[in-house]
Structure formats: structure tokens, C-alpha cells
């Protein structure tokens, strides 16, 4: 049924600046019942503790961030930038307003650990690891404060473990 194969990381050639600054990605967590998307283009992708991790970026203000809070696991789903009229709209909508997927005509895939797209042609599969909202004490320049959080919606730091990437065959 699946269109995906497993991959191992080391087999991952992408550039995830590209990936995730320019082209963008979902961050998707919840379950069959209940989930939700989001579009970022903020994050990352290293090593950390040892592990091979993503780091996201979420608002405090974001619906999303309630489904991650949540659950033990989420995805980034990566669309290539064929869809970034979609991806616009999953990052301009609330999921508490709309259904995004049945307004985009993503279609949700179910698997045992978190929900991704059947359009994506990348997904990673993530376990939370850490979580720590932003503050503007930390910031070295404030003019980032002010650039980013005049409105004091901060950012909460998600890091994932990756434990399985998934490639369009």
C-alpha cells in the first residue's frame, strides 16, 4: 500500500537548507482520531547526544504544538516544492479553523508511530527528546527579540530523535 521505502540516514543526500528554508516542511503529530500540520521553515538536522536528530521550531501560539506536546513521536514531510501553494495555506490556517488536509487535498497516512502526507516524497520520523521554550535572556542580540517577539509569541525548541526516514520509491 505504502508508495515509501525505508532508508537509512546515511543514505539521505538532501540539503536541508534548501529543504526546510526554501522549499519547507510539515510537522505533523497526533493520530488517526486527531492530528494536525504545520508549515515551518525554520530547523535543522545534526547530530546531538549521540543521536542523529532534527531540531524544530514551534510557536506557543501554534495548534500543532498541543498534538506534539502530546505524543511520543511526529514527522517532517517534504514535498520537493511542488506544493508550496499548499504548504502556504497549512502555514496561514489554523487547525482549530479548518481541516487542512481536506482543504489541501493532502492525504494523511496513518502509521503506528505519527501521521505523515502521502504527496511528501521525504519523510523523517522523529521521538521527542527535549523541549525548551525561547527566551529573550538567552538572545546575545536583541534585536532578534524585537524582530521576531515583539507579540511575546515565543518559540518552543523541539528536538527529535530520527528513528526512521522514509523515501518516495
Known sequence: MSEFKKIEITELNDNFFTRIGSQWTLITAGNEESCNTMTASWGGIGVLWNKNV????IRDSRYTLEFIDGSDYYTLSFFGGEYMKELAFCG???GRDVDKAAATGFIPVFDEKAPYFQQA????VCKKLYKQKMTAES?????????????NDWHEIIVGEIVEVLKKA
Open 139 to 151: 538572545f546575545f542580540d536583541s534585536e532578534y527579540v524585537s524582530k521576531f517577539y515583539s507579540d
Open 92 to 94: 496561514r490556517n489554523s
Open 54 to 57: 532534527v531540531f524544530s521550531f
Open 121 to 124: 516524497d521525504l519523510v523523517i
